[in-house]
Structure formats: structure tokens, C-alpha cells
Nanobody, 124 residues
């Protein structure tokens, strides 16, 4: 069993930056694909970014490409999401997820473990 805890969310002005962290416990996630998803009020959960288990491959949703960067630190058993040039449309609860497969995927139903989420609010 893997427990995921997100942190780093908050209120930021448009154009600002935040760095989200996802700390894993229970077992090492070095072979797991990891993903970030978000859900805005009244909307479905959507894919943001993913990284493969070997951390060599990353994938991004089109609307965050070039602004967000996903990375991982196996020594810390933690995955990060660096978010730059934030827009009000990025406002959402951000969730970290772990997939027992090392192959990164954008499909939320394939992830096995989820964190509780962290709120990101971008003001205009």
C-alpha cells in the first residue's frame, strides 16, 4: 500500500509560480509511474502531467506544456510539479497519483493510489 500526501498549494497571483510536492510512504515509488491531475469546481478531473517509473519520460496536457514541469526524487520518495506562469484557469484541487506500472499514462482510472489533493487558487 502506498500513501500519497500533496503539499505546496495556495493562493497566487496570475503569472506567479508554485511548486507542489507529493510525498509517498508505505513503499518506494521508484518503479511507479506518477501523475498529477486536477479538478476545478463543476468540472471533471483532468490530466496535468505524468512521469514514467524510470523518470526518463514525461507527458503534459496541452494547456500546461511549457509552463509546468514534473520531476521526481527517488531518494526522497517524492514527486514535484513546478508550475510557472500560472493563470486563473489553473485554479483547481491538484491530486497526485501513483501507478504500479512504470509506464506513464494520462488515464486516471489506471492509477492505483491517490492523494487527498491540495488547493491551488490563481487570482487575476
Amino acid at each position: 500500500q502506498v500513501q500519497l500526501v500533496e503539499s505546496g498549494g495556495g493562493l497566487v497571483q496570475a503569472g506567479g509560480s508554485l511548486r507542489l510536492s507529493c510525498a509517498a510512504s508505505g513503499r518506494t515509488i521508484s518503479s511507479y509511474a506518477m501523475g498529477w491531475f486536477r479538478q476545478a469546481p463543476g468540472k471533471e478531473r483532468e490530466f496535468v502531467a505524468a512521469i514514467s517509473g524510470n523518470m526518463r519520460n514525461t507527458y503534459y496536457a496541452d494547456d500546461v506544456k511549457g509552463r509546468f514541469t514534473i520531476s521526481g526524487d527517488n531518494a526522497q520518495n517524492t514527486v514535484y510539479l513546478q508550475m510557472n506562469s500560472l493563470k486563473p484557469a489553473d485554479t483547481a484541487v491538484y491530486y497526485c497519483a501513483a501507478d504500479r506500472s512504470p509506464i506513464a499514462t494520462m488515464t486516471s482510472r489506471l492509477y492505483d493510489y491517490w492523494g487527498q489533493g491540495t488547493q491551488v487558487t490563481v487570482s487575476s
